[in-house]
T-cell receptor, first 113, second 111 residues
Framework: GQQLNQSPQSMFIQEGEDVSMNCTSS?????WLWYKQDPGEGPVLLIA?????ELTSNGRLTAQFGITRKDSFLNISASIPSDVGIYFC?????????????FGTGTRLQVTL | DSGVTQTPKHLITATGQRVTLRCSPR?????VYWYQQSLDQGLQFLIQ???????AKGNILERFSAQQFPDLHSELNLSSLELGDSALYFC??????????FGSGTRLTVV
């Protein structure tokens, strides 16, 4: 099945550092979403982006919807231990009530003290 | 608690068997989505139901089927199970096309 290209695949950073990850696609999406998944749990929505060029913040998280509608990035500032987890981008295509999310390959984040 | 309830949490079954996974969406959400997450394939969209009707289909095998009932809960049926079907199966629901809420998943192990 299709997956979006997400990089980096994994990151080991120190507490307090900033993190940046991005996602690219060969297809255009209506909406870009960023999720975090903890072990044994389902993905939890962090940020949603609805318009090309949109820049949105949620606390220490900032994400942007690329102008071409084929890419997005997520930045986490001043990382803390609870930021550990797997981060997924997802592109959404919707037509009326039909909707489909295509996920990225994930970025595994490890934070050391 | 996300509000999306999936049962069972764990399931172990033998090859060739059939299982049913159940999902109760958040109150008021009309759409239910099913996703499969395996180590080598990531999160893959299987199927969407909206108010009882199939709306979108992904890479769902013919051995798999789903339905959404009048009370909006959904079931995913997996039959003739193979070792490769072992994965986490997630259900998500949404009240609008924007933003999904995922359940905690059902971990299926086929032995």
């Amino acid at each position: 099945g299709q997956q979006l290209n997400q990089s980096p695949q994994s990151m080991f950073i120190q507490e307090g550092e900033d993190v940046s990850m991005n996602c690219t696609s060969s297809s255009i999406f209506n909406t870009w979403l960023w999720y975090k998944q903890d072990p044994g749990e389902g993905p939890v929505l962090l940020i949603a982006l609805y318009k090309a060029g949109e820049l949105t913040s949620n606390g220490r998280l900032t994400a942007q919807f690329g102008i071409t509608r084929k890419d997005s990035f997520l930045n986490i500032s001043a990382s803390i231990p609870s930021d550990v987890g797997i981060y997924f981008c997802a592109g959404q295509l919707r037509t009326g009530t039909a909707s489909k999310l295509t996920f990225g390959t994930g970025t595994r984040l490890q934070v050391t003290l | 608690d996300s509000g999306v309830t999936q049962t069972p949490k764990h399931l172990i079954t033998a090859t060739g068997q059939r299982v049913t996974l159940r999902c109760s969406p958040r109150s008021g959400d009309l759409s239910v989505y099913w996703y499969q997450q395996s180590l080598d394939q990531g999160l893959q969209f299987l199927i969407q139901y909206y108010n009882g009707e199939e709306r979108a289909k992904g890479n769902i095998l013919e051995r798999f089927s789903a339905q959404q009932f009048p009370d909006l809960h959904s079931e995913l049926n997996l039959s003739s199970l193979e070792l490769g079907d072992s994965a986490l199966y997630f259900c998500a629901s949404s009240g609008t096309p924007l933003g999904y809420t995922f359940g905690s998943g059902t971990r299926l192990t086929v032995v």
